[in-house]
């Protein structure tokens, strides 16, 4: 089946650390992939994606790129900021599912100063 | 340009009462699904319409049940509410046919359903 495995959270981090969060995926079919970040109370924002292999995504500082030879897409930012402090969120598409997404379970991140 | 915009933001039901929520997609959007949110589940995916078309659905009971109309706007209704129903409501929109694949999605900020 298809399906989104991130690290476990929470992730607590100062101020300029350098940030990763895992995501690796499993596929039945030719996959997108995506980040996306819920700030307290709101919905998602698409944060960056990338559509085919050895893409990389990037916004806002943070990068993904996507490795097909090890079904991954890790998220890093090489400084955080307390206001990147949020729920990450790694997901899946597969062409012509009707534009159904798996996502993983969201890793929380707080970042202090 | 607005962004996708979801009524109510906050709603509190009773045990057996059904309920209506609403989702109006980016101008121009045809594609619009609907997830639910708890923290023990995470995000489900509930189902996904185009042009007024349903075209995927996910396992969740007959109680949940939505629609699309011509202007792209969509509700989804809960008849029949538990408790276990408490959960953030996101609607979300892309622009075509396989518009999640390649665009991805643009969410609204949910709606809150507490059931008592």
């Known amino acids: 089946g298809n399906s989104v495995t991130q690290m476990e959270g929470p992730v607590t981090l100062s101020e300029e650390a350098f940030l990763t969060i895992n995501c690796t995926y499993t596929?039945?079919?030719?996959?997108?992939l995506f980040w996306y970040v819920q700030y307290p109370g709101e919905g998602l924002q698409l944060l960056l994606k990338?559509?085919?292999?050895?893409d990389k995504g990037s916004n806002k500082g943070f990068e993904a790129t996507y490795r097909k030879e090890t079904t991954s897409f890790h998220l890093e930012k090489g400084s955080v900021q307390v206001s990147d402090s949020a729920v990450y969120f790694c997901?899946?598409?597969?062409?012509?599912?009707?534009?159904?997404?798996?996502f993983g379970t969201g890793t929380s991140l707080t970042v202090i100063p | 340009k607005a962004g996708v915009t979801q009524t109510p933001r906050y709603l509190i039901k009773t045990r057996g009462q059904q309920v209506t929520l609403s989702c109006s997609p980016i101008?121009?959007?045809?594609?619009v699904s609907w997830y639910q949110q708890t923290p023990g589940q995470g995000l489900q995916f509930l189902f996904e319409?185009?042009?007024?078309?349903?075209?995927n659905k996910g396992n969740f009971p007959g109680r949940f049940s939505g629609r699309q109309f011509s202007n792209s706007r969509s509700e989804m209704n809960v008849s029949t509410l538990e408790l276990g129903d408490s959960a953030l409501y996101l609607c979300?929109?892309?622009?075509?046919?396989?518009?999640?694949?390649?665009?991805?999605?643009?969410f609204g900020s949910g709606t809150r359903l507490t059931v008592v």
């Open positions: 979300a929109s892309t622009p075509e046919g396989t518009g999640g694949f390649s665009y991805g999605y643009t």
């Open positions: 596929a039945t079919g030719y996959p997108s």
């Open positions: 990338a559509t085919k292999a050895d």
């Open positions: 997901a899946l598409s597969i062409r012509n599912t009707g534009n159904q997404f798996y």
């Open positions: 101008s121009g959007h045809r594609s």
């Open positions: 319409y185009f042009s007024e078309t349903q075209r």
